[in-house]
Nanobody
Framework: QVQLGESGGGLVQAGGSLTLSCAAS????????AGWYRQAPGKQLELVAG???????NYADSVKGRFTISRDNAKNAVHLQMNSLKPEDTAVYYC?????????WGQGTQVTVSS
């Protein structure tokens, strides 16, 4: 069974930084890839950043140049470094991976950016 656990959310002032981490059990990020999604109140879930098994990354236009997704194969973890945070980045952030055609989600971590 695949389980994902996020950590690192919190409250930060605009312009600040946070790093989110996602640890997995039952799935290997270097094999299955991973993504970070977010959902703000009243808005749809959106992909923030993704990393493939080969290490290729992609980002939402709104976070390009500010966020960086990375993977630690030794720890089977994925990180999201978020810099120059804006109030519009406020959301619950979820880690996601797919294994054998099934999508798995973490419980989410709240990121709140104050102006």
């Amino acid at each position: 069974q695949v389980q994902l656990g996020e950590s690192g959310g919190g409250l930060v002032q605009a312009g600040g930084s946070l790093t989110l981490s996602c640890a997995a059990s039952g799935s290997t990020f270097s094999v299955n890839g991973a993504g970070w999604y977010r959902q703000a109140p009243g808005k749809q879930l959106e992909l923030v950043a993704g990393i493939t098994s080969g290490g290729t990354t992609n980002y939402a236009d709104s976070v390009k140049g500010r966020f960086t997704i990375s993977r630690d194969n030794a720890k089977n973890a994925v990180h999201l470094q978020m810099n120059s945070l804006k109030p519009e980045d406020t959301a619950v952030y979820y880690c996601n991976t797919r294994s054998r055609g099934v999508s798995f989600w973490g419980q989410g971590t709240q990121v709140t950016v104050s102006s």
